[in-house]
């Protein structure tokens, strides 16, 4: 079979099951499901040759078509289990295409639980990505909280040891500055995340910064009032 190659490949991940917050990929956030917020972002920032929603859901399927992604297949059940991961879902995707003779050279996950993140955010990523001739681009942000200041808890609730003496004679701003994941861009040479299996390769992955307040990643019913509100906040202005 001859192979046709094309640019980019966004795929957003949308299974059915969710247990803290059930069916959170439709729910109304500020007007819209909550999944076509990142479709039309994705959509919006005409970088991606396609852009299409893996989910084993008919109801998520026909609501991101009605928002503009394509719904090239219905997710496999053994796809789209707790244990199921990111890397198996869009290596799903591209062996889909591959089976019809296209190969994408590049591939973006887009996860529908960070709203807030926008065409302009994903635009700058692509940039980064460019610019860098990264094997990866994965976004972050600032920790809320030092990391330092943390530890496990053992059965015992005892705090000897728990924070270092030198950490507890600091001030939170004399803290180094921490950053996190925050899932919501995830760039990848295709080649590099077939071989490592990850959005992580061997080297060549730079970090995209974000800002705290597009950063809600929406896990919970506490999440998703937080967007709800942001959201609110940015219509108002």
Not at 59 to 79: E, H, T, W
Not at 199 to 205: D, L, M, P, T, V
């Amino acid at each position: 079979m001859t192979h046709t190659r094309k640019g980019s490949l966004a795929v957003i991940p949308a299974r059915s099951g969710s247990k803290r917050l059930p069916q959170k990929n439709v729910l109304e956030l500020s007007g819209k499901p909550l999944i076509a917020w990142t479709i039309e972002s994705a959509v919006s920032c005409a970088i991606f040759d396609k852009v299409i929603v893996s989910t084993d859901s008919d109801v998520i399927a026909n609501i991101s078509r009605s928002y503009g992604a394509d719904i090239p297949f219905i997710r496999p059940a053994d796809l789209s289990s707790d244990t199921s991961t990111s890397f198996d879902v869009v290596a799903h995707a591209l062996n889909h295409y591959s089976q019809l003779g296209i190969e994408y050279e590049t591939v973006a996950l887009l996860q529908p639980t960070s709203p807030l993140r926008t065409a302009a955010h994903i635009k700058d990523a692509f940039t980064l990505f460019n610019e860098k001739n990264a094997n990866s681009i994965i976004s972050v942000c600032e920790c809320e909280h030092s990391p330092l200041w943390s530890n496990i808890l053992g059965n015992d609730m005892s705090l000897d040891n728990f924070v270092t003496r030198e950490m507890l004679t600091m001030r939170s701003q004399e803290l180094p500055q921490y950053h996190r994941l925050n899932g919501a861009i995830y760039i990848c040479k295709t080649k590099s995340l077939i071989e490592s299996k990850s959005f992580f390769g061997e080297n060549g992955s730079y970090a995209y910064k974000m800002g705290a307040d597009v950063s809600v990643d929406i896990d919970n019913l506490i999440d998703f009032q937080l967007a709800e509100v942001i959201m609110s906040n940015r219509s108002i202005k």
